[in-house]
Nanobody, 119 residues
C-alpha cells in the first residue's frame, strides 16, 4: 500500500519559517520525482517545488524562489520543504506528490498539511 504522509504544518507569523516533511512508503522512493503543491481556498492547486530522483536538480514557482528550499533524503524516504520569510499569501494546504519519471500518469498524493501565515 502506497502512503505519503506529510507533517510540519501549522500557524506561523509573517516572516517566520516552517519545515514540511513527507515520508513515502510502499514504493521505491529514490526512483520517484518528488514535488510539493499547495492549494489555497478558492484557488487551483499549484506546483510549489520539485526535485529530481537523486536530488541534483530542483525547480520552484516564481512566487517562492529565494524563500523555499526543497530537499530529499533517499535513505529516509523523505522529502522536505524548508519555507522561510513566510507571507500571508503562502497560506494553503500543502500536498506532497510522487511521480514516476517515465510515466507522469503514475502519481501519488499525500493527504495534505495546513500552513497558515497570520499575525
Amino acid at each position: 500500500q502506497v502512503q505519503l504522509v506529510e507533517s510540519g504544518g501549522g500557524l506561523v507569523q509573517p516572516g517566520g519559517s516552517l519545515r514540511l516533511s513527507c515520508t513515502l512508503s510502499g514504493l521505491a522512493f529514490s526512483f520517484y520525482t518528488m514535488n510539493w503543491y499547495r492549494q489555497a481556498p478558492g484557488k487551483e492547486r499549484e506546483l510549489v517545488a520539485g526535485i529530481t530522483r537523486a536530488g541534483g536538480s530542483a525547480n520552484y514557482a516564481d512566487s517562492v524562489k529565494g524563500r523555499f528550499t526543497i530537499s530529499r533524503d533517499n535513505a529516509k524516504n523523505t522529502v522536505y520543504l524548508q519555507m522561510n520569510s513566510l507571507k500571508p499569501e503562502d497560506t494553503a494546504v500543502y500536498y506532497c506528490n510522487a511521480v514516476w519519471p517515465f510515466d507522469s500518469s503514475q502519481k501519488y498524493w499525500g493527504q495534505g498539511t495546513q500552513v497558515t501565515v497570520s499575525s
